[in-house]
């Protein structure tokens, strides 16, 4: 029946858009992508089962991910976008994997009420600045709809409402979405609100963005509240080198122990990139710092709040550990030894903030739901994670890739659970 009504709803418009084409639509652009993966993991769960146990911790599969996107101009500040996605492992075939979901659905108005207002009205994507607070609801700690892991996800979109004032230089964005809806008549949601002011200083890529989200978790008896404060600024400060740093706090209502939340991140970048010098090789440098909380019991919640960030440090260690109550030393590079092939290497240590006796991660290795926890030592160091990627533009529209990464566990680590986990993702992408 949902198959038949997904059909149906499809077919309509379509017909909807070639029938008022005279009339209303000026113009329409048809786009997409297909993007084919090979994934073979093994140990994610860092397990070494019990006494005299070998655990079978090696899985290997494949993944389609389809969207195709329109793009209409109504009339000329008017434009409606569409984007329809499907991603499924191969032969895992269930209603939700075969299903044909909602990427993409908004309407943009430009110039609404007067010039400097635009409004945004649908699913949408939402990011600002790094993605460090705010850049996709699909992280690892939210349930996808269908079998693919979530780390490997495309879907990032936002049922949101934004306004837009362009006072260029300054432009100040306000936005509120629905992250879950939960019972229509009861009082039992998720929202996200929030204002981003970017200001570009026009000399040298000096920009400032100042923000303020806020997450409303009203799901459970009590509310979790969560008020995230931040800055980043980023500027070219000699030729080539890109620089920022960004600096957040959090206050609100803690659901988990009635505590008050006061937690801390700081993400500082640096990347050079040698342009003068044959395959332009690369380097770059990162750290970040995700506060967390040792003792709930003291009155205060210490952790850091994920929110929606969109950021792989490195690929296993996104898949795998909570993004908080993190240290994390980033050292990559990369070079350009033909004009189409790119190669490119990320390093991490991965230290605790705070000692824990057990460590959560709520997504599971290979696309469950279910969460995992990882006994711990009385230690700070995680470990080391390492992702070498090879990209070869085979044409403008096609691009073949190939990853590999390991994350070796440190010392903080119980022997029960200190595996070293592996990964070889080999990519397809095409265009159109």
Known sequence: MIKRLSVLLCLALVAGLAGSAYAEVQNVKVGGDITVLGVARSNFDLSNGGTGDKENDQGSFFVTQTRVRLDSDLTDNVTATLRLINERIWSAENNASSDIDLDLAYVTLKEFLYSPLSLKIGRQELRFGNALIVGATNTYDSSVLNTVPGDLSARKSFDALRATLNYDPLVVDTFYAKIDEGDINVNDDVDLYGVNAAYDFGTKGAKAEVYLFSKNDSSLDKNDKV??????????????????????????????????????????????????????????????????????????????????????????????????????????????????????????????????????????????????????????????????????????????????????????????????????????????
Not at 322 to 349: T, W
Not at 413 to 430: E, L, Y
């Open 227 to 432: 008020n995230t404060l931040g800055t980043l600024l980023s500027a070219e400060l000699v030729e080539n080198l890109n620089t920022s740093v960004e600096i957040a706090y959090q206050n609100g209502n803690s659901r988990s122990n009635g505590t008050h939340r006061n937690a801390w991140a700081m993400q500082a970048m640096a990347d050079y990139t040698f342009a003068d010098v044959s395959m332009k090789p690369n380097l770059g440098l990162s750290y970040t710092y995700l506060s967390g909380d040792k003792d709930p019991s003291e009155g205060k919640n210490k952790a850091w709040d994920s929110m929606y960030y969109d950021q792989a440090l490195n690929n296993i260690a996104y898949a795998i550990l909570p993004f908080s109550n993190l240290k994390v030393i980033n050292v990559k590079g990369g070079l350009k030894p033909m004009e189409d092939l790119s190669l490119s290497a990320v390093y991490g240590y991965y230290m605790l903030d705070k000692k824990v006796t057990t460590l959560s991660s709520s997504y599971g290795p290979f696309g469950s739901s279910s969460s995992a926890y990882y006994e711990m030592n009385d230690k700070t160091s995680l470990g080391n994670a390492l992702d070498i990627t090879a990209t070869y533009d085979y044409t403008e529209d096609v691009q073949f890739g190939l990853t590999a990464g390991m994350f070796a566990c440190g010392k903080a680590f119980a022997s029960s659970n200190d595996r070293t986990a592996t990964q070889v993702i080999g990519s397809m992408k095409v265009s159109f």
